[in-house]
C-alpha cells in the first residue's frame, strides 16, 4: 500500500506542524529533522508489509513507530508516544489535504 504524494511535501508539512504546535522547541537543532526522518522511515517500512489490498491500521502503525522511536531516540523514550500520535494525526491532515487518503 502506498499513496501517490510527494514525499518531500509530506515531509515538509509534518515538520511545520510540529514546529506550529511548539511542544518540541527544547530540541536540539536537527533533532526534530532527524525524528521526523525516522517516523517516516517506520511509517514505510509498515507500509511496505503490507499488501498491495490491505488496509492501513492506525493501531499497529503506532504500535511500530512507538517501538521504533524508543529503539532509536533513548534520551527521547518519554517523548516517543506523543511525537508517534501527533506524527499519525498530522500524515492524516497531510493525505486529506492532498485528496489521496479514502474513507470507508
Known amino acids: 500500500m502506498t499513496y501517490d504524494v510527494d514525499k518531500l511535501e509530506m515531509r515538509t508539512y509534518i515538520l511545520d506542524k510540529f514546529r506550529k504546535e511548539g511542544d518540541f522547541k527544547f530540541l536540539k537543532e536537527g533533532e526534530l529533522e ?3 526522518d525516522a517516523l517516516l522511515a517506520l511509517d514505510q517500512g ?3 508489509t503490507l499488501g498491495e489490498e490491505a488496509e492501513y491500521d492506525d493501531d499497529a502503525a503506532y ?4 517501538a521504533g522511536m524508543q529503539a532509536q531516540f533513548d534520551n ?3 517523548y516517543a508516544m506523543r511525537l508517534s500520535e ?3 494525526d498530522f500524515v492524516e491532515e497531510y493525505l486529506v489535504s492532498v485528496d489521496a487518503i479514502e474513507w470507508d
Not at 504500535?63 to 512507538?66: C, E, K, P, R, V
Request: aromatic content about 24%; cysteine-free; hydrophobic content about 50%.
Open 34 to 36: 532527524r525524528m521526523v
Open 46 to 48: 509498515y507500509m511496505d
Open 63 to 66: 504500535d511500530i513507530l512507538f
Open 76 to 78: 527521547y523514550k518519554i
Open 86 to 88: 501527533d506524527y499519525l
